[in-house]
Structure formats: structure tokens, C-alpha cells
């Protein structure tokens, strides 16, 4: 569909050198065990995702963003499109916020990693012998 786009890699939670391996170990950013749990190397090409201690904090930059935007996004169609009240507004932000949580988190990381690797159409694929 997108393949070769960082937004393929992010909405399906692919690797982004080679958009073939799960970046995490969960598909479901509702399992609250391992939610976060990210695979430490791509199945597919071998691409590192623990870049370095620390790498992932910069997502809470982008964690932040996307939820100023659903913010802003909710304000605008339910205030001024739909002439509802600041409290509904400030109701439904908190329950949206509280039931989209984990999978801003995913979605901030996925897309943290995307803006330093880059996808390339040629990531050998591991032999089987390297991958145990």
C-alpha cells in the first residue's frame, strides 16, 4: 500500500528500515503487560531498535505534539463546529486521553525512530543460522 513511507512503517508498527518485522513485541497497544515492549532487533534485516540509552525520550517531545493536536482537533469540531461546552470539551479530552494513551506512546516512538532511520528496499533478509 505505502510500503516505502515512514507513515507505513508507524500505522502498522513495522520496522522502519525494512517495513517487515514488528518494531514491537505486541501488536495490541491495549495489552497492558507489554504495551512498551519494543523487539531489541528487527526479524527480518537485523536493524538495532535500543539504539542508545536514553534514544527514546525525545518521544515524549512527539508524544506531547500528538496530543496537543488530538486537543486542538477535539476543541475545533466539538466547540466551534458543534457549539458544545468547554466542560464537555474538557470531559471528553480527559476520557480520550485516558483510553488513547498507550497507543500515543507507540505511535510517538514509532515515529521518533523513523526520523533517524532510513528505509531502504534492499535490507538483506537475516539467514536463519544468525537469527538464533
Known amino acids: 500500500m505505502w510500503k516505502g513511507t515512514k507513515l507505513y512503517s508507524v500505522l502498522f508498527n513495522k520496522c522502519p528500515h525494512c517495513h517487515e518485522g514488528d518494531f514491537f513485541v505486541s501488536k495490541n497497544p491495549f ?9 531489541p532487533a528487527c526479524s527480518n534485516c537485523g536493524e538495532n531498535f535500543m539504539k542508545e540509552i536514553g534514544f527514546f525520550y525525545g518521544s515524549m517531545y512527539v508524544s506531547y ?8 482537533g477535539m476543541y475545533l469540531i466539538m466547540c466551534l463546529l458543534l457549539n458544545l461546552s468547554e466542560l464537555s470539551f474538557l470531559i471528553s479530552f480527559v476520557a480520550a486521553g485516558l483510553l488513547l494513551w498507550t497507543t500515543i ?3 510517538a516512538r514509532l515515529v521518533w525512530i523513523n526520523l533517524f532511520v532510513k528505509y531502504d528496499a534492499k535490507s538483506k533478509v537475516i539467514s536463519d543460522k544468525a537469527k538464533a
Do not use: C, E, Q, Y
Open 31 to 39: 495489552s497492558f503487560k507489554d504495551f512498551s515492549k519494543i523487539n
Open 65 to 72: 505534539g500528538l496530543t496537543i493536536a488530538l486537543g486542538v
Open 105 to 107: 506512546f507507540r505511535i
